[in-house]
Structures are given as C-alpha cells and as structure tokens.
C-alpha cells in the first residue's frame, strides 16, 4: 500500500507537465483524419489504395508522436542555440529542391515543392521550413526585445528590417517554387510574430492599411483583363487565375477547371444537418484525400459533424493560447504564436475553401488531411507547445 503510495507521489509532478488539454483535441483530429482519410480512399478510383493510404497515415501519426515526445525533453536553451542551425538547414533544403523537385508532380500541380523519395513516398520540406522560420522568428525578436528594453521608434525599425531578413529568402524561395498557398502561410506567421513582437502602433497601424490597400488593389486587378496581364508580368500564373474564376463562380465549368471547387460544394450541401453516414458517398471530388478532405466530413456527417470538427480546432487553438500565456519564456511565447497563427491560418483557408468562401489553394487541414510532411510538421509544433509547460514543470521540480 506504502509502496503505491509513493509510486503515485513520484509520478504526479510528471503526469501534472503534460498538457492533455492540447494533446486530447489533437487524437480527436488525427482519428477524424482516419476515418475521413479511410472513407474518400474508398470512393476514390484513381486514388492510392485504402488499405495502403490509411496504413501511412498511421505511420506518420506514430513518427510524430515519437517526434512530440523527444521535442519535449528538448530545454529552451538547447533549443535557442540549434535555432540558427535548423533555420540554416531548412533554407539549404529548400534551396536544393529547385534543382531537385519532383518533376512529374509539378507538370501536374505547377509547383515545385516536392522531393521524390521512393515511387509511392514524396516529402515537401516547407511543411518543416515553417517550423524553422517560427523559430528564427522568436530569436530574433526575443534577442532585440532583450537588447532593448526602452522601445522607440529607431528601435522598432531596426526590429522589422531583422524580420524582413529573416523573411525575405524564406519567401524568395517560395515564390521560385511557384506554391503560393504556402507563401500566405508564411506571411501569416509572419503577421502575427510582427503584431505580437511589441512593435508601436504608430508603425503597425500605417502597415496594416498598406496591406489592405495592396489586397484590395490585387482583387481589383484580379477581375479586369488588363489587370491579369499586369499581374502575369511579375509572376502569376494562369491556374491561379483559373482557381480565382473558380472561386467567383464555382459552376461557370464543373466538368472542367471549376470541378473541384464546384462538386466539394455539392457535396458539403449533400450532408444537410446530419449526413449520410460513415463511408456513405455518392458525390465524387477530385483528390479529395487531401486538400479536399473536409467535404468527405460534411458529406458523411453534415453540419452537426462539421461544426464538431471547427469546435476540436477551437478548444486546441484556445488550449495552445492558454499554453502561451502561462510559459514565462519570452522565446517561448513568441514559438507559440507563430504556431497558433500557422494552425488558424491553415483551418481558416482549407475549410474556407471547401466551402466556396475562399479561393482554393492546396493548403492541408491540420491533422486531418493526408500527406507526411504536413502531419510531421504539425506535429512537431505540438511537441514545441507542450514543451513549454512540460520543461517548465522541470524547472519547478528541479527548484
């Protein structure tokens, strides 16, 4: 009885570090992610096998379990002092993979963000890249709020010209990997770290307004033809337009460019407030596997199921945010954030898209949608945010 006792007592400290408040949304999504992944599999002919798709998946989801689990016995200040390294590391990948990229996977999507690793196995290093860019983010802005601590206007943009540079050839090579989903990802990580890094509002507010200006002028110029041409000239290309004409109307062509946008749609409306049930389908969607895997939702278990799967990514947005305000560790917060605003930014556009209120731009559901990279870069920002309280339950034990 003593000797339970006692084993109890030794484990509490432990068990009380891990977040299962962040840990507990997260299995619920990556089950969903199975079943959802099991079911298109099934309805779809010319997707990989079931047996075969649902198996990876699970291999990925048990390669990033062991990645949360070494992550978080990683201490802030090894992962301070290999933040330059990683970051290093991750523009050289990307760097290499425009001499090295996928070349039948970019005839058929038009990016060049893919690695070939075996015949059925393919690995996209941006997915891993935004993990190193949040990273390099949070040093350099906790290294400047350190070194100056009466913040002035000097000082503040002498913080933004280090963001710029940090960000500039992170973008570059995005853009010269023509993935422009991915690159909004970055800004949005990038939005959020330079909204939250303490800079004036006398500067935010003027760069806030300039954005919005740019962003109305680009959908301005987006919808005239001499503004396609002018945008064609600095790099847009005709199937980001094509899915832009899809998105303003989604049944202009549903046997062709707008099929994906247009039957996604169909089969969301299909699911009404309860769905059809599991594996129950009678709508196709083009990949939908992937990018397109919340219609496979919404089909089978309509708005009821849906809105279940937006409340699981609430309750982990507001438990990581929680996570962010407890951690005492600047380089830690400013982590957080950066990760808070990658997982929103990726809910808010996958679903948006699925349901007609954005454009489509391949950008993966968290945790739910197939592909490795994606699940292992997810999942290693788990292992970054349930670091900060586990390695500061250490820190309280050790004292």
């Not at 997915?127 to 002035?152: D, F, G, Q």
């Not at 064609?232 to 005709?238: A, P, S, V, W, Y």
């Amino acid at each position: 009885m003593e000797n339970n006792l006692s084993q109890r007592q030794a484990r509490a400290p432990h068990d009380s570090r891990i977040d299962y408040g962040v840990i507990l949304p997260v299995f619920l999504l990556c089950m969903i992610g199975l079943i959802s992944l099991y079911s298109a599999l099934s309805h779809d002919p010319t997707g990989p096998s079931v047996i075969k798709g649902v198996v990876m998946q699970g291999l990925w989801y048990a390669i990033g379990t062991v990645a949360i689990v070494i992550i978080m016995q990683l201490k802030s200040k090894w992962l301070w002092k290999l933040t330059p390294f990683i970051y290093g590391a991750g523009l050289a990948v990307m760097a290499a993979l425009l001499k090295f990229y996928d070349k039948e996977l970019a005839v058929e999507t038009g990016s060049k963000n893919w690695f070939r690793v075996s015949a059925g196995l393919t690995f996209q290093p941006s997915e891993l890249m935004k993990i190193a860019y949040i990273m390099m983010l949070a040093l350099v802005v906790t290294s400047h709020n350190v070194k100056h601590k009466n913040r002035n206007l000097r000082s503040d943009g002498i913080l933004i010209a280090k963001l710029l540079a940090v960000t500039a050839p992170t973008i570059g090579l995005v853009l010269l990997q023509k993935d422009l989903g991915t690159m909004l990802v970055f800004l949005a990580i990038f939005g959020g770290v330079f909204l939250m890094s303490g800079i004036s509002w006398r500067i935010i507010l003027p760069v806030v307004g300039i954005a919005l200006i740019l962003g109305a002028g680009l959908i301005l110029l987006v919808m005239t033809d001499f503004g396609r041409d002018i945008l064609t000239q600095i790099g847009f290309h005709q199937y980001q337009f094509k899915r832009i004409d899809s998105w303003l109307n989604p049944f202009h062509d549903i046997q062709g460019d707008s099929m994906q946008q247009a039957y996604g749609m169909m089969a969301i409306g299909s699911g009404e407030m309860f769905g059809k049930g599991f594996n129950m389908s009678d709508i196709y969607v083009p990949v939908r596997e992937s990018d397109m895997i919340f219609t496979m939702i919404g089909e089978m278990f309509g708005f009821v199921g849906s809105a279940f799967v937006v409340l699981i990514y609430f309750v982990l947005i507001y438990q990581m945010v929680k996570v962010c305000y407890d951690t005492n560790n600047e380089f830690y917060t400013y982590i957080s954030v950066g990760i808070i605003m990658m997982l929103l930014f990726h809910v808010f556009e996958n679903i948006g898209a699925n349901i007609g209120l954005l454009p489509l731009t391949g950008i993966p559901l968290p945790f739910i949608s197939k592909g490795g990279s994606s699940i292992l870069g997810n999942m290693i920002a788990i292992g970054l945010i349930l670091s900060m309280r586990f390695q500061a339950g250490a820190s309280k034990n050790n004292e």
